[in-house]
Protein backbone atom coordinates (compact mmCIF):
# COMPACT_ATOMS: atom_id res chain seq x y z
CA UNK A 1 0.00 0.00 0.00
CA UNK A 2 3.05 2.44 0.17
CA UNK A 3 3.21 4.42 -3.04
CA UNK A 4 5.16 2.54 -5.53
CA UNK A 5 8.86 3.26 -6.61
CA UNK A 6 10.76 2.47 -9.41
CA UNK A 7 14.16 2.59 -10.34
CA UNK A 8 13.31 5.10 -13.92
CA UNK A 9 10.77 6.54 -15.66
CA UNK A 10 9.75 5.35 -18.84
CA UNK A 11 12.19 6.41 -21.09
CA UNK A 12 11.96 8.44 -24.57
CA UNK A 13 12.95 4.99 -26.08
CA UNK A 14 9.88 3.62 -24.85
CA UNK A 15 11.73 0.60 -22.81
CA UNK A 16 9.63 -0.58 -19.98
CA UNK A 17 10.91 1.19 -16.48
CA UNK A 18 13.24 -0.86 -14.03
CA UNK A 19 10.99 -2.81 -11.70
CA UNK A 20 13.01 -2.48 -8.92
CA UNK A 21 10.54 -1.03 -6.40
CA UNK A 22 7.96 -3.18 -7.22
CA UNK A 23 6.66 -4.39 -3.80
CA UNK A 24 4.37 -6.46 -2.01
CA UNK A 25 2.38 -3.76 -1.22
CA UNK A 26 0.64 -3.46 -4.52
CA UNK A 27 -1.14 -7.09 -3.99
CA UNK A 28 -3.75 -4.92 -1.90
CA UNK A 29 -5.17 -3.80 -5.20
CA UNK A 30 -5.67 -7.41 -6.20
CA UNK A 31 -7.41 -7.82 -2.68
CA UNK A 32 -9.24 -4.98 -2.90
CA UNK A 33 -10.85 -5.75 -6.29
CA UNK A 34 -11.58 -9.42 -5.44
CA UNK A 35 -13.62 -8.78 -2.12
CA UNK A 36 -15.55 -7.07 -4.25
CA UNK A 37 -16.62 -9.60 -5.82
CA UNK A 38 -16.74 -11.76 -2.58
CA UNK A 39 -18.73 -9.01 -0.73
CA UNK A 40 -21.34 -9.92 -3.76
CA UNK A 41 -21.66 -13.08 -4.03
CA UNK A 42 -22.09 -12.91 -0.15
CA UNK A 43 -25.30 -9.93 0.07
CA UNK A 44 -28.23 -11.42 1.34
CA UNK A 45 -30.39 -9.25 -1.16
CA UNK A 46 -29.95 -10.22 -4.74
CA UNK A 47 -30.74 -6.35 -6.72
CA UNK A 48 -30.86 -7.02 -11.01
CA UNK A 49 -27.10 -7.06 -12.28
CA UNK A 50 -25.52 -7.96 -8.78
CA UNK A 51 -24.31 -11.53 -10.32
CA UNK A 52 -22.87 -9.56 -13.31
CA UNK A 53 -21.19 -7.01 -11.32
CA UNK A 54 -19.53 -9.82 -9.30
CA UNK A 55 -18.46 -11.84 -12.19
CA UNK A 56 -16.79 -8.25 -13.77
CA UNK A 57 -14.84 -7.83 -10.34
CA UNK A 58 -13.63 -11.31 -10.01
CA UNK A 59 -12.50 -11.38 -13.86
CA UNK A 60 -10.60 -7.89 -12.94
CA UNK A 61 -9.17 -9.24 -9.68
CA UNK A 62 -7.84 -12.40 -12.18
CA UNK A 63 -6.04 -9.71 -14.27
CA UNK A 64 -4.27 -7.75 -11.55
CA UNK A 65 -3.43 -10.87 -9.64
CA UNK A 66 -1.87 -12.10 -13.05
CA UNK A 67 -0.16 -9.08 -14.35
CA UNK A 68 1.02 -8.76 -10.60
CA UNK A 69 2.26 -11.91 -10.18
CA UNK A 70 4.26 -12.00 -13.31
CA UNK A 71 5.84 -8.46 -12.83
CA UNK A 72 7.03 -9.39 -9.41
CA UNK A 73 8.37 -12.27 -11.11
CA UNK A 74 10.75 -10.12 -12.95
CA UNK A 75 11.32 -8.06 -9.77
CA UNK A 76 12.22 -10.88 -8.37
CA UNK A 77 14.96 -12.18 -10.67
CA UNK A 78 16.26 -8.39 -11.58
CA UNK A 79 16.26 -7.00 -8.01
CA UNK A 80 17.10 -9.51 -5.95
CA UNK A 81 18.93 -7.79 -3.84
CA UNK A 82 16.57 -4.84 -3.07
CA UNK A 83 13.73 -7.86 -2.59
CA UNK A 84 15.96 -8.94 -0.21
CA UNK A 85 16.68 -5.92 1.91
CA UNK A 86 12.78 -4.89 1.57
CA UNK A 87 12.32 -8.18 3.73
CA UNK A 88 15.38 -8.56 5.72
CA UNK A 89 15.92 -4.98 6.32
CA UNK A 90 12.84 -2.80 5.83
CA UNK A 91 10.02 -3.39 8.44
CA UNK A 92 7.63 -1.13 6.55
CA UNK A 93 7.89 -2.83 3.83
CA UNK A 94 8.20 -6.35 5.26
CA UNK A 95 5.09 -6.93 7.02
CA UNK A 96 3.15 -6.28 3.35
CA UNK A 97 4.74 -9.84 2.58
CA UNK A 98 1.00 -10.21 4.17
CA UNK A 99 -0.53 -8.98 1.45
CA UNK A 100 -0.24 -11.50 -1.61
CA UNK A 101 -1.30 -14.53 0.25
CA UNK A 102 -4.35 -12.75 1.17
CA UNK A 103 -4.93 -11.70 -2.67
CA UNK A 104 -4.57 -15.61 -4.11
CA UNK A 105 -7.17 -16.66 -1.20
CA UNK A 106 -9.13 -13.42 -2.13
CA UNK A 107 -9.15 -14.19 -6.14
CA UNK A 108 -9.37 -18.06 -5.11
CA UNK A 109 -12.60 -17.41 -3.16
CA UNK A 110 -13.72 -15.30 -5.92
CA UNK A 111 -13.13 -18.10 -8.70
CA UNK A 112 -15.63 -20.56 -6.79
CA UNK A 113 -18.25 -18.12 -6.31
CA UNK A 114 -18.50 -16.66 -10.03
CA UNK A 115 -16.34 -19.02 -12.09
CA UNK A 116 -18.47 -21.99 -12.38
CA UNK A 117 -21.00 -20.03 -14.83
CA UNK A 118 -17.90 -18.74 -16.89
CA UNK A 119 -15.69 -21.29 -16.89
CA UNK A 120 -17.71 -24.61 -15.55
CA UNK A 121 -17.06 -25.72 -11.68
CA UNK A 122 -14.62 -28.13 -12.45
CA UNK A 123 -12.35 -25.77 -13.69
CA UNK A 124 -12.95 -23.31 -11.28
CA UNK A 125 -12.61 -25.74 -8.26
CA UNK A 126 -9.28 -26.70 -9.10
CA UNK A 127 -8.32 -22.80 -9.79
CA UNK A 128 -9.07 -22.19 -6.14
CA UNK A 129 -7.87 -25.51 -3.92
CA UNK A 130 -4.89 -24.36 -5.94
CA UNK A 131 -5.17 -21.06 -4.57
CA UNK A 132 -5.97 -21.98 -1.56
CA UNK A 133 -3.27 -24.00 -0.85
CA UNK A 134 -0.71 -22.16 -1.76
CA UNK A 135 -1.79 -18.67 -0.52
CA UNK A 136 -2.29 -20.78 3.05
CA UNK A 137 1.00 -22.28 2.82
CA UNK A 138 2.34 -18.72 1.93
CA UNK A 139 -0.09 -17.34 4.66
CA UNK A 140 1.11 -19.54 7.94
CA UNK A 141 4.87 -18.72 6.54
CA UNK A 142 4.47 -14.94 6.66
CA UNK A 143 2.03 -15.37 9.67
CA UNK A 144 5.31 -17.17 11.41
CA UNK A 145 8.52 -15.77 9.21
CA UNK A 146 7.56 -11.71 9.49
CA UNK A 147 7.17 -11.51 13.40
CA UNK A 148 10.03 -13.87 13.81
CA UNK A 149 11.83 -11.10 11.80
CA UNK A 150 10.14 -7.99 13.77
CA UNK A 151 11.76 -9.55 16.54
CA UNK A 152 15.48 -10.85 15.72
CA UNK A 153 16.35 -8.82 13.07
CA UNK A 154 14.10 -5.35 12.33
CA UNK A 155 14.81 -2.53 14.07
CA UNK A 156 11.92 -1.55 15.87
CA UNK A 157 10.51 0.98 18.65
CA UNK A 158 6.96 0.51 20.52
CA UNK A 159 6.08 4.51 18.33
CA UNK A 160 7.07 2.80 15.06
CA UNK A 161 4.05 0.48 15.89
CA UNK A 162 1.08 0.95 13.43
CA UNK A 163 -2.06 -1.05 11.77
CA UNK A 164 0.50 -2.74 9.05
CA UNK A 165 2.21 -4.60 11.67
CA UNK A 166 -1.48 -6.55 11.13
CA UNK A 167 -1.24 -7.82 7.34
CA UNK A 168 0.95 -11.24 8.50
CA UNK A 169 -0.82 -12.28 11.30
CA UNK A 170 -4.61 -11.57 9.51
CA UNK A 171 -3.71 -13.58 6.46
CA UNK A 172 -4.15 -17.40 8.16
CA UNK A 173 -8.41 -15.36 9.19
CA UNK A 174 -8.40 -15.22 5.23
CA UNK A 175 -7.31 -18.65 4.63
CA UNK A 176 -10.07 -19.86 8.17
CA UNK A 177 -12.60 -17.82 5.94
CA UNK A 178 -11.89 -19.03 2.47
CA UNK A 179 -11.30 -22.74 2.90
CA UNK A 180 -14.66 -23.78 4.38
CA UNK A 181 -16.40 -23.30 0.81
CA UNK A 182 -14.29 -26.35 -0.46
CA UNK A 183 -15.59 -28.96 2.01
CA UNK A 184 -18.87 -29.52 -0.24
CA UNK A 185 -16.98 -30.95 -2.31
CA UNK A 186 -14.58 -32.93 -0.81
CA UNK A 187 -15.38 -36.85 -0.04
CA UNK A 188 -17.37 -37.36 2.77
CA UNK A 189 -16.08 -38.14 5.93
CA UNK A 190 -12.36 -37.40 6.95
CA UNK A 191 -10.74 -35.36 4.18
CA UNK A 192 -13.83 -32.71 4.76
CA UNK A 193 -13.44 -32.97 8.99
CA UNK A 194 -9.78 -32.56 8.37
CA UNK A 195 -10.74 -29.47 6.64
CA UNK A 196 -12.79 -27.75 8.97
CA UNK A 197 -10.44 -28.69 12.01
CA UNK A 198 -7.94 -27.30 9.96
CA UNK A 199 -9.52 -24.06 9.53
CA UNK A 200 -10.47 -23.62 12.93
CA UNK A 201 -6.91 -23.96 13.36
CA UNK A 202 -5.94 -21.12 11.21
CA UNK A 203 -8.28 -18.93 12.71
CA UNK A 204 -7.20 -19.75 16.28
CA UNK A 205 -3.94 -18.78 14.74
CA UNK A 206 -4.84 -15.72 13.20
CA UNK A 207 -6.87 -14.61 15.97
CA UNK A 208 -4.41 -15.23 18.75
CA UNK A 209 -1.90 -13.41 17.09
CA UNK A 210 -4.05 -10.48 16.30
CA UNK A 211 -5.20 -10.01 20.09
CA UNK A 212 -1.31 -10.14 20.93
CA UNK A 213 -0.59 -7.99 18.35
CA UNK A 214 -3.38 -5.38 18.68
CA UNK A 215 -2.47 -3.82 21.69
CA UNK A 216 1.20 -2.88 20.65
CA UNK A 217 -0.70 -1.23 17.63
CA UNK A 218 -3.08 0.67 19.28
CA UNK A 219 -1.09 1.37 21.73
CA UNK A 220 1.46 2.84 19.64
CA UNK A 221 -1.07 4.62 18.02
CA UNK A 222 -1.88 6.22 20.98
CA UNK A 223 1.82 7.20 21.68
CA UNK A 224 3.38 7.65 18.87
CA UNK A 225 3.08 11.16 16.89
CA UNK A 226 0.05 11.30 14.05
CA UNK A 227 0.18 8.88 11.61
CA UNK A 228 1.42 10.67 8.38
CA UNK A 229 -1.34 11.77 6.07
CA UNK A 230 -0.58 8.90 3.30
CA UNK A 231 -0.59 6.32 5.96
CA UNK A 232 -4.00 7.34 7.82
CA UNK A 233 -5.61 4.77 5.73
CA UNK A 234 -4.10 2.22 7.46
CA UNK A 235 -6.37 3.13 10.41
CA UNK A 236 -8.94 0.98 8.63
CA UNK A 237 -6.97 -2.39 8.54
CA UNK A 238 -7.88 -2.87 12.10
CA UNK A 239 -11.08 -3.61 10.67
CA UNK A 240 -9.47 -6.98 8.89
CA UNK A 241 -8.92 -9.50 11.69
CA UNK A 242 -12.58 -8.20 13.37
CA UNK A 243 -14.70 -8.72 10.06
CA UNK A 244 -12.37 -11.75 8.79
CA UNK A 245 -12.85 -13.61 12.07
CA UNK A 246 -16.95 -13.06 11.88
CA UNK A 247 -16.86 -14.21 8.19
CA UNK A 248 -15.22 -17.31 8.96
CA UNK A 249 -16.90 -18.18 12.10
CA UNK A 250 -19.70 -18.34 9.86
CA UNK A 251 -18.55 -20.04 6.70
CA UNK A 252 -16.67 -22.88 9.72
CA UNK A 253 -20.88 -22.97 10.95
CA UNK A 254 -21.79 -23.54 7.59
CA UNK A 255 -19.47 -25.90 6.92
CA UNK A 256 -19.63 -28.19 10.15
CA UNK A 257 -23.05 -29.53 8.58
CA UNK A 258 -21.66 -31.35 5.77
CA UNK A 259 -18.52 -31.99 8.06
CA UNK A 260 -19.38 -32.88 11.35
CA UNK A 261 -22.83 -33.18 11.55
CA UNK A 262 -22.73 -33.40 15.31
CA UNK A 263 -20.58 -29.86 15.91
CA UNK A 264 -23.40 -27.80 13.88
CA UNK A 265 -25.57 -26.48 16.61
CA UNK A 266 -22.26 -25.45 18.67
CA UNK A 267 -20.47 -24.13 16.13
CA UNK A 268 -23.77 -21.61 14.64
CA UNK A 269 -24.29 -20.58 18.49
CA UNK A 270 -20.76 -19.35 18.09
CA UNK A 271 -20.93 -17.74 14.70
CA UNK A 272 -24.02 -15.88 16.08
CA UNK A 273 -22.62 -14.65 19.51
CA UNK A 274 -18.94 -14.21 18.40
CA UNK A 275 -20.02 -12.37 15.42
CA UNK A 276 -22.48 -10.16 16.72
CA UNK A 277 -20.33 -9.04 19.55
CA UNK A 278 -16.97 -8.55 17.21
CA UNK A 279 -19.32 -6.79 14.61
CA UNK A 280 -20.39 -3.82 16.84
CA UNK A 281 -16.41 -3.22 17.93
CA UNK A 282 -15.92 -3.01 14.10
CA UNK A 283 -18.27 -0.13 13.44
CA UNK A 284 -16.92 1.32 16.39
CA UNK A 285 -13.32 1.81 14.65
CA UNK A 286 -14.89 2.40 11.65
CA UNK A 287 -16.22 5.77 12.96
CA UNK A 288 -12.73 6.05 14.49
CA UNK A 289 -11.12 5.27 11.04
CA UNK A 290 -13.19 7.53 9.26
CA UNK A 291 -13.54 10.82 11.37
CA UNK A 292 -9.16 10.39 11.47
CA UNK A 293 -9.24 10.35 7.59
CA UNK A 294 -11.64 12.84 6.74
CA UNK A 295 -9.67 14.94 9.14
CA UNK A 296 -6.34 13.64 6.89
CA UNK A 297 -8.43 14.68 3.77
CA UNK A 298 -9.70 18.44 4.75
CA UNK A 299 -5.46 18.59 5.57
CA UNK A 300 -4.71 17.61 2.06
CA UNK A 301 -4.04 13.97 2.22
CA UNK A 302 -2.49 13.36 -0.77
CA UNK A 303 -3.39 9.83 -2.87
CA UNK A 304 -1.20 6.82 -2.25
CA UNK A 305 -1.48 2.83 -2.30
CA UNK A 306 -2.32 3.09 1.57
CA UNK A 307 -6.16 3.94 -0.04
CA UNK A 308 -6.52 0.32 -0.97
CA UNK A 309 -6.89 0.17 2.81
CA UNK A 310 -10.45 1.57 2.27
CA UNK A 311 -11.32 -1.56 0.08
CA UNK A 312 -10.72 -5.13 1.79
CA UNK A 313 -10.86 -4.58 5.29
CA UNK A 314 -14.61 -2.89 4.77
CA UNK A 315 -15.60 -5.84 2.19
CA UNK A 316 -14.12 -8.27 5.58
CA UNK A 317 -17.16 -6.98 7.43
CA UNK A 318 -19.54 -7.10 4.49
CA UNK A 319 -19.09 -10.94 4.29
CA UNK A 320 -19.08 -10.52 8.07
CA UNK A 321 -22.26 -8.53 8.18
CA UNK A 322 -23.89 -10.90 5.55
CA UNK A 323 -23.30 -14.25 7.48
CA UNK A 324 -24.61 -12.96 10.48
CA UNK A 325 -28.18 -11.69 8.23
CA UNK A 326 -28.44 -15.13 6.76
CA UNK A 327 -27.63 -16.89 10.91
CA UNK A 328 -30.09 -15.25 12.43
CA UNK A 329 -32.55 -13.58 9.76
CA UNK A 330 -32.30 -10.28 11.72
CA UNK A 331 -33.08 -7.37 8.75
CA UNK A 332 -30.45 -4.98 10.53
CA UNK A 333 -27.79 -7.11 9.61
CA UNK A 334 -28.88 -7.01 6.18
CA UNK A 335 -29.42 -3.18 6.11
CA UNK A 336 -25.59 -3.29 7.57
CA UNK A 337 -24.05 -5.79 5.03
CA UNK A 338 -25.89 -3.33 1.95
CA UNK A 339 -24.81 -0.52 3.04
CA UNK A 340 -21.12 -1.51 4.05
CA UNK A 341 -21.05 -2.56 0.89
CA UNK A 342 -22.38 0.93 -1.13
CA UNK A 343 -19.57 1.84 1.06
CA UNK A 344 -16.76 -0.82 -0.03
CA UNK A 345 -18.13 0.08 -3.72
CA UNK A 346 -17.32 3.99 -3.86
CA UNK A 347 -13.65 3.03 -2.00
CA UNK A 348 -12.67 0.51 -4.71
CA UNK A 349 -13.92 2.73 -7.56
CA UNK A 350 -11.94 5.94 -5.77
CA UNK A 351 -8.83 4.06 -5.11
CA UNK A 352 -9.40 2.27 -8.86
CA UNK A 353 -9.73 5.24 -10.51
CA UNK A 354 -6.64 7.27 -8.93
CA UNK A 355 -4.31 4.09 -9.42
CA UNK A 356 -5.11 4.03 -12.94
CA UNK A 357 -4.74 7.89 -13.36
CA UNK A 358 -1.58 7.78 -11.52
CA UNK A 359 -0.47 4.90 -12.93
CA UNK A 360 -0.93 6.37 -16.81
CA UNK A 361 0.71 10.33 -15.36
CA UNK A 362 3.74 8.65 -14.42
CA UNK A 363 3.35 9.86 -10.92
CA UNK A 364 3.23 6.37 -9.71
CA UNK A 365 6.03 5.05 -11.69
CA UNK A 366 8.73 7.96 -11.12
CA UNK A 367 11.48 6.95 -8.08
Known amino acids: MATLTLARPLTGHGRAPALAGLGPQWYAAVMGTAVVANGAAALPVRPPGLTGFGELLWGLSVLALLALVAARAVHLTRHRDTAR ?40 LAVDAVLWTAGTAYALAVAAGIPYLMITRHRLAAQDANPTWLLPVVAPLVAAATGPALVPYLPA ?13 LLGAGLLATLALLPVVITGLLHSKPLAPALTPALFLVLGPLGQSTTATGQLADAAGPAAPALAPAALVLSELYGVAVM ?75 TVGGLAGGRLLRA
Not at 96 to 119: D, K
Not at 294 to 310: D, I, N, V
Open 85 to 124: AGLFDTPATAVFYGCPPMALLAVGYATLAFGPRVIGTGPA
Open 189 to 201: GGWRTAMLQGCYA
Open 280 to 354: GVAMLWLLVAAAANLRAMRAGMPFAMTWWAFTFPVGTCVTGAAGLARHTGFAGFTGLAVALYLLLIAAWAVAAVR
